[in-house]
């Protein structure tokens, strides 16, 4: 995340073509489509249909445009570094892809704090959710969080000297190196990750801990009501939510937590590294996994992803289509 403006240095040209590169080439190029289909089928499906235009939804919409980016800038250009030394974008497209790629990275994690807050809202005060969250305010939080996004990396680019010049070589175009400087690792561990992680995990362990207790409240209902019959109610709610929140949680931790903890590790790290490589792609099929855990499992989605794939949205009033949300 923080890092000096990389140089273009003076480098020979360096093609892997062995059997593990194509197959990682091929691998990772399917990611990428993964990523920018499914993503795409939220936005559209949120865009479209009439029914999805909430303030949960609007939240989805905006954390799927991050990943978007990601999948359809980000991974590609990562994977043409990958195979290839040399840079053939040049020195503009060099200054312009780290911005890219820590503005979309960060949107789509403070989408993910946001989206936290809107079902800490709905579950624990679901009286006053109506109220709380309106699209209109539903907006400027977004807003703020893509703001911010962008702020944080002036700030990185400005203080790094980010657009120093870059120099070409006589043999190909050159590289394009991302070096993290360790001074302003703590800075960016703090508010890229450990406050945002904070904030998440907290609040999904009040929303458990209040869905635990109303699961319980409800069995309790239900299991008395059926005494007379010798029947019980299990606790599958409870169970179904365990199971939910620990696999959104774990998920988060397992793609961010190495990055960090090998930036602490060392003084300093470039983008040539395979530690780098290998990290940063976690970050990224993170991206991949967002449209899974925040609208794969909902019925809407199927839904209307059957609604665009068989081109029925393209008939008249299609945007009325009742997708049986509730």
Not at 178 to 183: E, R, T
């Amino acid at each position: 995340k923080d890092f000096s403006f990389p140089l273009s240095q003076y480098a020979l040209k360096e093609v892997q073509t062995g059997p593990a590169y194509i197959f990682l080439f091929f691998f990772l190029s399917c990611v990428s489509v993964f990523t920018v289909f499914l993503n795409l089928l939220v936005i559209i499906s949120i865009s479209h249909f009439k029914q999805l235009h909430t303030p949960t939804n609007l939240l989805i919409l905006s954390l799927a445009v991050a990943d978007l980016l990601v999948g359809l800038l980000v991974m590609p250009v990562n994977i043409m570094q990958l195979i290839d030394s040399c840079w053939y974008l040049g020195q503009i497209a060099c200054w312009i892809y780290p911005i890219i790629n820590e503005i979309s990275l960060l949107a789509s994690l403070y989408c993910l704090v946001f989206i936290a807050v809107d079902r800490y809202i709905a579950i624990c005060d679901p009286l006053l959710y109506s109220a709380r969250m309106t699209v209109c305010k539903t907006a400027l939080f977004i807003v703020v969080g893509w703001s911010f996004a962008s702020l944080y990396m002036i700030i990185c680019s400005y203080f790094n000297d980010h657009f120093r010049q870059s120099q070409l070589s006589s043999q190909c175009y050159g590289e394009c190196v991302l070096v993290i400087n360790y001074s302003w690792v703590i800075t960016d561990l703090v508010l890229t990750f450990l406050t945002p992680c904070s904030v998440i995990l907290i609040l999904y362990s009040v929303i458990f801990h209040v869905a635990r207790h109303q699961a319980k409240a409800v069995r309790a209902v239900i299991n008395g009501a059926s005494n007379t019959h010798g029947g019980k109610v299990s606790g599958s709610s409870e169970a179904k939510a365990a199971k939910k929140l620990g696999t959104l949680i774990f998920i988060y931790l397992a793609c961010w937590i190495p990055y960090y903890l090998s930036s602490l590790s060392v003084k300093s790290m470039t983008s040539l590294s395979m530690v780098w490589t290998v990290f940063s792609w976690l970050i990224y099929i993170n991206s991949s996994m967002n449209p899974v855990m925040y609208a794969i499992f909902y019925p809407w989605f199927r839904k209307s992803a059957k609604y665009i794939v068989t081109c029925r949205i393209f008939t008249s009033s299609s945007a009325r289509f009742n997708l049986s949300i509730g």
